[in-house]
């Protein structure tokens, strides 16, 4: 019988999603594509989850595309192939849509659609021998699954024409030197890490996350006005949730708020 090529565990109001083709370097398949975009939209209306942790298995993070399983397509048209790609490249959008906050552990290299993923999580929890790197031009490609765009927010556009044009391999110390690292630790300690930074957040006013996600996604390419009445409509919301009540209660009672995402 073959083994999930992604696999789910839950720990109360976090989720733990593993890539798991630790003998491909998790590379993404059609399969695990198809599979991760299903998962993130599924958890997205799960009123339960708090927070997602996005890891790899064995001694990657992602590596990328799957460029042995490209070789063995049949050759298609150019229209074809944009279908195809516009259909793949729901995860990383996904990702950043999400209410949830998702947490990227870090456990090897991510290259390629694997950076991408990475960047397009919340947070990213890195072990110190990690490498990442755009790897696009390694094989003739301008790039996709959202580079131009998660570059271009997460670093500027000087810096990510030279990671997309030069296409350097990023040590985990140069990526949180470009502000790109959540957490730098060694590398046996990454899941505890991330598990405890997610159960943090996890166990917090996850509504609020969500409203503060949005907002941030409409700040990132609308004037300020419009950021204005998205948190006006955000806040508006926050202020009828159970747990703004419970907030409001423990603040008075002098106690640790219980959220429960109502």
Known sequence: MSQPELTETRDGPLVTLTMNRPDALNALTDALIEELSDTFARLDRDSDVGAIILTGAGRAFCSGGDVKGMANRRER??????????????????MRQSSKVIIAAVNGAAMGAGFCLALAADFRIVGRSAKFGTA???????GDFGISWLLTQLVGPAKARELLILNPRLSAQ????????????????????AHAFAMNIARGPHLAWGYMKKNLLV?????????????ALSQSRCAMTDDHKEARAAFIEKRKPVFRGR
């Open 219 to 231: 700040a990132e390419s609308e004037p300020l006005a419009a950021v204005l009445e998205s948190e």
């Open 174 to 193: 140069d990526a949180a030197d470009l502000g790109l690292v959540t957490r730098l630790v060694d590398d046996d300690q990454v899941m505890s890490e």
């Open 77 to 94: 048209t150019y229209e074809e192939r944009l279908v195809d790609l516009r259909a793949k490249q729901r995860p990383p959008l996904l």
């Open 136 to 142: 696009f031009a390694n094989i003739g490609f301008s």
